[in-house]
């Protein structure tokens, strides 16, 4: 049963370090996807790539986040600083083109960050 | 710019019941049509999709959706519900970005209560 995966699930950090946040794709999947929710903002889209190169980036705070994919097999989303208004669970979501471009995204379970 | 619109922020359903959850999107073209569920802790799982042709689709765990495109809407419905569909309810729209790629818009969500 192919899924995405995210390490670590939980992160508690103090404001101004840095946070570094996981992803595993779908094997297959040539497109990734960070997204933030929060009880305020609901499901926000901060980045995503196909095929490893960054597509679009606007919905990202580019002075402290950062996306990268340094191979098929890992997304990474870094912070740095981190502040308290990051805390927000972040999802990655990877799909692949079904022939008309039209995706499905498949969710990873999380990261839920706390920012003190 | 697309948007979506899930009116209903909490419903509660008897088990046993009909449910249906309400969807409208803005978008000037056919729009590509997603429901995902997400359980407490939990990423989203997707439902169910419309890309083209019929405009009733079936998804999993019994749930369908019809696409009205005189009323902008992508109705979610289920004859019986189960406790276990006790969730949040996220509609989305899918559009053609500036990338030429898909990328989700997703609704508010809808939390969904199944009483005794």
């Known amino acids: 049963d192919a899924r995405v995966t995210q390490t670590p699930r939980h992160k508690v950090t103090e404001m101004g370090q840095e946070v570094t946040m996981r992803c595993q794709p779908i094997l297959g999947h040539n497109t990734v996807f960070w997204y933030r929710q929060t009880m305020m903002q609901g499901l926000e889209l901060l980045a995503y790539f196909r095929n490893r190169a960054p597509l679009d980036d606007s919905g990202m705070p580019k002075d402290r986040f950062s996306a990268e994919m340094p191979d098929a097999t890992l997304a990474t989303l870094k912070i740095q600083p981190s502040e308290p208004r990051d805390s927000a669970v972040y999802f990655c979501a990877s799909g692949f083109n079904l022939g008309t471009e039209h995706y499905e995204q498949y969710f990873g379970p999380g990261t839920r960050l706390t920012v003190t | 710019a697309q948007s979506v619109t899930q009116p209903d922020i909490h419903i509660t359903v008897s088990e046993g019941a009909s449910l249906e959850l309400r969807c409208n999107y803005s978008?000037?073209?056919?729009?590509?049509l997603f429901w995902y569920v997400q359980s407490p802790g939990q990423g989203l799982q997707l439902l169910l999709k419309y890309f083209s042709g019929d405009t009733l689709v079936q998804g999993i765990k019994g749930f369908e959706a019809e696409f009205k495109r005189s009323q902008s809407s992508f109705n979610l419905r289920k004859p019986s519900v189960h406790w276990s569909d006790a969730a949040e309810y996220f509609c989305a729209v899918g559009v053609r970005s500036d990338f030429g790629n898909e990328k989700l818009t997703f609704g508010t969500g809808t939390r969904l209560t199944i009483i005794p």
């Open positions: 978008y000037g073209a056919t729009p590509y």
